[in-house]
């Protein structure tokens, strides 16, 4: 049952095996992912993968059925294009800032004493989200900050999933070369003398916070003096990134503090997109991290079954993790409502716990955009409405929690 749950998700998110994908060219190398796949990075801009893909458990034989169902073409005149976009309070309009030997700042108001967001959408999206251009609108309200949105879409809006996770190390790549022009341009400038290096912050949704994991590592790797001091992970996707050797997926280790949103954790034969396990200084799972009060149908409609109806709910979970983080960027200037983050030890009945505490400063971090003023590290319990505004602090809960975490974590944590 699990297996053929497995391949349910497999077939209906569209993914699209290729044992010879083609991406762009970033150098004569090869990466292995844990599954001992090897992605071998030629000089002629194309790439080889040299073993089976099995990114859902599925074995080889299923995985073989599947590559022959989904199998796609390679392409390799296309190059994959990712895009730069930065705005500012200044000018708030995008403008996109080339990279290569078109790059130039003449364009838009970029400063680099300023804190520096940087934004990654996941698969099958692209920039011009709604979701982003809120985000990009609330960090300019909460702060006077750069804002870089990155577009990978040309590498991203492809059913070929696996494909799009391949590309996500370019993607990082990319993301690192461009930061390190930001740099050059900074040094080379006419006031390059003691220059104050703002914070570098990076935030990615599903599949675009692994690429901001593997942009940081390949970023640090150049020791220059802006760092990254932060990275948040918006329900990291699960599927392809459950290896358990932290170089595979973000990590902890990718920078000084890294904190995560899990709203779609749930295990991947229940359709859950997230990484259920914690990855980050900082873990915050709201209302138990697997799904989301407010996306789901309740259990008594006789349509509850149908997988449009599962799909939706679960893409709707895994959004909220991006709405959240926004939300509490206007939530900290108005100071009206704080995401508290109640210590949890992932169980059922700890969970249940939760409803009765009460939290404040010294005893919770918030989730969102302040969780790095607090020293508290962990997995942490958050408590949302089912719709915006979402933040409820310490005021009663609109939805029945015990009969919401029953589903998942009675059955699925051990407690």
Not at 61 to 84: I, P, Y
Request: proline share 3%; aromatic share 12%.
């Amino acid at each position: 049952m699990v297996v053929l749950s497995s391949a349910f998700l497999f077939v209906i998110y569209c993914i699209g095996i290729s044992r010879a994908s083609n991406i762009t060219n970033i150098g004569n190398f090869t990466f292995t992912w844990s599954n001992g796949t090897n992605i071998l990075l030629h000089p002629n801009g194309t790439s080889s993968i040299t073993e089976e893909v099995d990114c859902f458990g599925l074995g080889t034989t299923l995985a073989r059925g599947l590559e022959w169902f989904f199998k796609s073409k390679a392409n390799g005149s296309q190059a994959l294009d990712v895009r730069f976009y930065l705005s500012s309070r200044k000018i708030p309009q995008r403008g996109e800032v080339m990279l290569g030997k078109q790059f130039g700042l003449e364009w838009v108001d970029f400063k680099i004493e300023r804190r520096t967001v940087l934004i990654v959408h996941g698969f099958l999206s692209q920039s011009k989200e709604p979701w982003i251009k809120q985000m990009e609108d609330a960090f300019l309200f909460w702060d006077d900050v750069n804002v870089i949105i990155v577009d990978w879409s040309a590498g991203g809006n492809t059913w070929n999933y696996y494909k799009a996770v391949v590309n996500t190390r370019i993607v990082g790549a990319r993301i690192s070369r461009f930061l390190s022009q930001l740099v050059n341009a900074t040094i080379n400038s006419d006031n390059s003398n003691d220059i104050n290096w703002g914070p570098l912050y990076l935030v990615g949704h599903s599949l675009g916070a692994h690429i901001c994991g593997f942009a940081a590592n390949q970023f640090a790797k150049l020791q220059t003096k802006w760092i990254i001091q932060r990275i948040t992970g918006l329900d990291p996707a699960q599927p392809c990134f459950r290896s358990t050797d932290s170089s595979m997926h973000l990590d902890k280790t990718d920078a000084p503090f890294v904190d995560i949103i899990h709203t779609n954790g749930r295990l991947l034969f229940h359709l859950g997109l997230g990484l259920p396990h914690a990855i980050g200084h900082v873990d915050f799972y709201p209302n138990g991290g697997m799904k989301q009060p407010g996306c789901f149908t309740p259990s008594s409609s006789y349509f509850n079954f149908l997988p449009k109806s599962k799909i939706e709910q679960t893409i709707c979970s895994h959004g909220r993790s991006y709405l959240y983080l926004t939300e509490s960027l206007i939530s900290a200037v108005s100071s009206n409502c704080t995401f508290w983050g109640h210590h949890w030890d992932l169980t059922y009945r700890g969970a249940l716990e939760t409803a009765a505490k009460i939290c404040n400063a010294s005893i919770c971090p918030e989730m969102g955009i302040n969780a790095d003023k607090y020293s508290h590290r962990g997995s942490f319990f958050v408590h949302t409405a089912s719709q915006s505004p979402f933040c409820v602090g310490d005021i009663a809960k609109e939805f029945n929690l015990k009969t919401h975490l029953l589903d998942d974590l009675a059955t699925e944590l051990k407690d």
